[in-house]
C-alpha cells in the first residue's frame, strides 16, 4: 500500500468517525425538546427565520458587524475557504485532471482563507476581549482549521503533497465533533430560533410590523 | 456535591430543550457582540463581554455533559459547580444582565443570552440564591391571588376616590372606573398607584371603551426569578379574572415585563385556556390615534421630546413602530434615540435590578449610554412606556444631572387631549424612591 492510498484511507476513516460522531450528536439534540410558541403571531417566524439565515447575516444588518466590519468579514472568509477545502477534498482524487490554471486559482482562495484563519488564530493572544475568552480548545481549534487549509491549498499547488493534505483533514475530522469546531451543526438551529423568535414578533425583517386592529 | 449543587444541576437539566442546547453549544467566542451590552459600554472589562458571562454557564453545563471536557477540564475551561460558583453565577445573573437581548440580536449566531441568564436564575432560585425582594414580592403577589378579599375593600375605596379625580380631568359627572363589569370588552390591567389607572381611564372614558379595570397588578416577579410556576401563578390570576369576566381582551398598562410575560409567555404556560388576545395599552392607544377616535393637539406637548424603547416591549415585545404613532400625534418635537428601535440600549434597570436596593450604583454605571444618548438628542423629556424603565431614567437624571424629565406615553396623550381638568404640567420626575414610597403605603 504507497503513502497517498494509506493517507487517503486515514482521512476516509476519519471522516466515518466525524459524520457518525456529529449524528450522535444530532440525534441527541434533536431528542431534546423543542416549546411549541402559542402566542398569537405579530409577524412571521417564517419570514423571521428567511431574514436570520440570509440578510440578517451581512455585515451591515448588526451593529456589531458593522463595527467590526473586518473581523466579520475575515470570519465570514475564512468559513467559506473551510467549505471550498472540503469540497477539494472530495474531489481530490481527481484534482490531476482539473486545469492546472483553476488548481492555482482555487489555491489562491484556499491560501487566502488560512491566512484569514491563521490571522485568527494570531488575534486571540492579541485582542484583550479574544484573549480573554479563550479557552486551549479554541486556540488549538483554529490552529488546526488553518493548517488544514494551509495543507489544502499546497496540495492544489503541488499534488505530491496531497497526502498532507489528507493527513490534516483527518485531524480536524476527529477533533471537530469533539471540540469547539462542533458549533458548526448547532449554527442552524441557533439561527432558525433566532429567526422564529424575533420573526414572530414582527421585529426581523424590518418593515413587516402591522398595526392591527 | 452538595445538596444545593445536585438542586441547581438537576434545575439545568430539566431546562435544557433544544434553544438552550443550541445557546450553550453555538457560541465561537468570536467576541462581536462584546460592545453591544451597556455594562460593557459603560464599563469596558471582561467580566461585562456577555459572551464571558454565557461561558461561566457553558463551563458548568461543559463539566457535566461533554466528555472531553470531563477529561481534559482545562483544555475547555470547564467547571464543576460548587456552592460558591453558584453563588457567582447567581449574582451575576441577577445583576449583571439585564436579559435585554441587544447581545442577541447582535451575534451571528445569534445566541441566545438572556435564555442562559434565565436559566442561571432559575438554578439560583431553587437553591436560596435569588434577591431576597424579588422572591417576597413574588410571594405576596401570589398571596393576593389566593385572597383578594384580604385587600378588596381596600381597594374598591381607593378606585372611588381615584373616580372623582377622573371625574374632574374629564370634566364629565358620569364617568366612571369600572371594576368587576362582567361582559367587558377589555380588561385593563394596570400597576400599583394612580398614575397607571387615571390616564388609561381617561382615555377610555373619551373613546366609549368598554372596559373594566382588573383588581390585580400587571407586575410579574416570577418572571424576574426565572421561576416558571411562581411567574404562572400570577399570570393566572389574571387569566381567571379574565375568563369569569368573560372579556375579549387583555390590555397591559405600561410595564415591559407585565406585557412580555401576558403577551409572548402565558400563551404557552396555559394553552387554551387562555383564548383572549394581550395588547399592550401603548398598541391599544396607537389603535384609537390611527382611527381618529382621540382628538389630539401636538402643541400640548412642544417641548424637544425622546422616546425610550423598552427591552420587553420593543426588541423583545415588538411594539415598535406604535409608540412612534402615538409620539408623532401628541409632540410637536419628537426626537429619537441613536440608536433606537431594536437596536436601543437598555436603561440599565430591567429585569429585576430597578426592585433591588443593593445594585444603585450598578444602574447608575451602567445607565450612563442610555444618558449619554438623551443628552446628543437635545431632549429635556424621556417618554417609556415601562415602569422599570421609568423609575431608572427619572433615577439616572437626578444621579448624572441631566436635568431630563421621564414620563409615560399616556400622560401626554392624556395632556394632547386637552381635557377640562388637565394640569399643564406632567408628572415627569419618577425615580426608585417614588416607587419605594408607594410599596410602603401598600
Redesign the interface.
Known amino acids: 500500500m504507497n503513502f497517498l492510498l494509506l493517507t487517503q484511507l486515514l482521512a476516509a476513516a476519519a471522516a466515518v468517525f466525524c459524520i457518525a460522531a456529529f449524528a450522535l450528536r444530532l440525534r441527541t439534540?434533536?431528542r431534546?425538546?423543542?416549546?411549541?410558541?402559542?402566542?398569537?403571531l405579530?409577524?412571521s417566524p417564517a419570514k423571521g427565520v428567511a431574514y436570520?439565515l440570509t440578510l440578517g447575516?451581512a455585515p451591515w444588518a448588526?451593529?456589531?458587524?458593522r463595527?467590526?466590519a473586518i473581523?466579520?468579514l475575515r470570519?465570514v472568509g475564512f468559513h467559506l475557504t473551510v467549505f471550498l477545502s472540503l469540497g477539494v477534498l472530495l474531489l481530490s482524487p481527481w484534482l490531476a485532471q482539473v486545469p492546472g490554471p483553476i488548481r492555482i486559482g482555487l489555491a489562491i482562495v484556499t491560501g487566502f482563507g488560512a491566512a484569514l484563519a491563521f490571522l485568527g488564530f494570531v488575534s486571540r493572544f492579541f485582542?484583550?476581549?479574544?484573549k480573554?475568552?479563550?479557552?486551549?480548545?479554541?486556540y488549538?481549534a483554529i490552529l488546526l482549521v488553518s493548517l488544514f487549509l494551509a495543507a489544502g491549498t499546497v496540495a492544489l499547488w503541488n499534488l505530491a503533497l496531497l497526502p498532507m493534505f489528507y493527513i490534516a483533514s483527518a485531524l480536524v475530522f476527529v477533533y471537530m465533533p469533539?471540540?469547539?469546531i462542533?458549533?458548526c451543526i448547532?449554527?442552524f438551529?441557533?439561527?432558525l430560533?433566532?429567526?422564529k423568535?424575533?420573526g414572530?414578533?414582527?421585529?426581523?425583517p424590518h418593515g413587516q410590523?402591522e398595526?392591527t386592529? | 456535591m452538595s445538596e444545593k449543587t445536585e438542586t441547581a444541576l438537576g434545575v439545568l437539566q430539566k431546562q435544557?430543550?433544544?434553544?438552550l442546547?443550541?445557546?450553550l453549544?453555538?457560541?465561537?467566542?468570536?467576541?462581536?457582540?462584546?460592545?453591544?451590552c451597556h455594562y460593557y459600554q459603560a464599563e469596558p472589562i471582561?467580566a461585562h463581554?456577555p459572551?464571558?458571562r454565557a461561558?461561566e454557564l457553558r463551563k458548568v453545563y461543559r463539566s457535566e455533559y461533554d466528555w472531553?471536557s470531563k477529561l481534559f477540564p482545562?483544555?475547555?475551561?470547564s467547571e464543576k459547580l460548587t456552592d460558591e460558583k453558584l453563588a457567582t453565577l447567581a449574582e451575576m445573573a441577577f445583576t449583571k444582565c439585564t436579559l435585554c437581548a441587544r447581545c442577541?440580536?447582535?451575534?451571528?449566531?445569534?445566541?441566545?443570552t438572556p435564555l442562559l441568564m434565565t436559566s442561571i436564575r432559575a438554578m439560583a432560585t431553587a437553591t436560596g440564591n435569588a434577591p431576597e425582594i424579588l422572591e417576597m414580592l413574588a410571594d405576596s403577589a401570589i398571596e393576593k391571588g389566593r385572597d383578594p378579599s384580604s385587600y378588596l375593600g381596600y381597594f374598591l375605596d381607593s378606585i372611588k376616590d381615584m373616580e372623582k379625580e377622573l371625574q374632574e380631568l374629564t370634566g364629565n359627572p358620569q364617568a366612571r372606573i369600572p371594576v368587576q363589569k362582567k361582559g367587558a370588552r377589555i380588561l385593563y390591567v394596570a400597576l400599583a398607584g394612580a398614575h397607571t389607572i387615571l390616564p388609561a381611564a381617561a382615555i377610555f372614558e373619551t373613546v366609549r371603551e368598554d372596559w373594566t379595570l382588573s383588581i390585580y397588578e400587571a407586575a410579574n416577579y416570577g418572571v424576574f426569578l426565572g421561576d416558571a410556576s411562581r411567574a404562572k401563578a400570577i399570570a393566572r390570576r389574571i387569566a381567571d379574572e379574565a375568563r369569569e369576566l368573560g372579556v375579549q381582551e387583555i390590555v397591559i398598562s405600561e410595564c415591559g415585563h407585565a406585557y412580555y410575560a401576558m403577551?409572548?409567555?402565558a400563551?404557552?404556560w396555559f394553552?387554551d385556556e387562555?383564548n383572549f388576545?394581550?395588547r399592550s395599552i401603548v398598541e391599544v392607544i396607537?389603535?384609537y390615534v390611527?382611527?381618529g377616535r382621540l382628538d389630539l393637539d401636538p402643541a400640548a406637548n412642544p417641548e424637544p421630546i425622546a422616546y425610550h424603547d423598552s427591552c420587553n416591549l420593543?426588541?423583545?415585545?415588538?411594539v415598535?413602530?406604535?409608540p412612534r404613532?402615538i409620539m408623532k400625534a401628541v409632540t410637536t418635537d419628537f426626537r429619537e434615540l441613536t440608536?433606537s428601535r431594536?437596536?436601543a440600549y437598555c436603561c440599565g434597570g430591567g429585569s429585576g435590578l430597578v426592585a433591588n436596593p443593593d445594585v444603585m450604583d450598578l444602574r447608575m454605571l451602567t445607565g450612563k449610554p442610555k444618558v449619554e444618548q438623551v443628552r446628543r438628542s437635545g431632549a429635556s423629556i424621556v417618554v417609556a412606556a415601562c415602569e422599570n424603565c421609568r423609575l431608572q431614567l427619572g433615577d439616572l437624571s437626578a444621579h448624572y444631572g441631566a436635568g431630563f424629565g421621564v414620563t409615560a406615553i399616556a400622560d401626554l396623550v392624556v395632556k394632547a387631549m386637552r381635557l377640562p381638568g388637565a394640569k399643564n404640567t406632567i408628572e415627569t420626575a419618577m425615580t426608585s424612591a417614588q416607587l419605594d414610597a408607594v410599596r410602603v403605603e401598600k
Request: hydrophobic letters at 40%; one cysteine or more.
Open positions: 439534540f434533536l431534546l425538546a423543542r416549546p411549541a410558541d402559542r402566542s398569537a405579530k409577524g436570520a447575516m448588526k451593529e456589531s458587524t463595527r467590526h473581523a466579520y470570519g485582542e484583550k476581549s479574544l480573554a475568552l479563550s479557552a486551549p480548545d479554541d488549538f469533539l471540540g469547539k462542533r458549533h448547532y449554527f438551529f441557533s439561527r430560533f433566532f429567526g423568535f424575533f414572530r414578533r414582527g421585529v426581523f410590523q398595526m386592529a | 435544557v430543550n433544544q434553544p442546547a443550541a445557546a453549544e453555538v457560541c465561537a467566542r468570536c467576541g462581536i457582540c462584546t460592545e453591544a471582561a463581554m459572551s464571558m461561558e472531553l482545562a483544555w475547555t475551561r442577541t440580536i447582535n451575534c451571528p449566531m445569534g445566541v441566545d403577551r409572548w409567555t400563551p404557552n394553552g387562555f388576545r394581550v396607537a389603535d390611527q382611527r420593543g426588541r423583545k415585545g415588538g415598535i413602530e406604535e404613532i440608536p431594536e437596536e
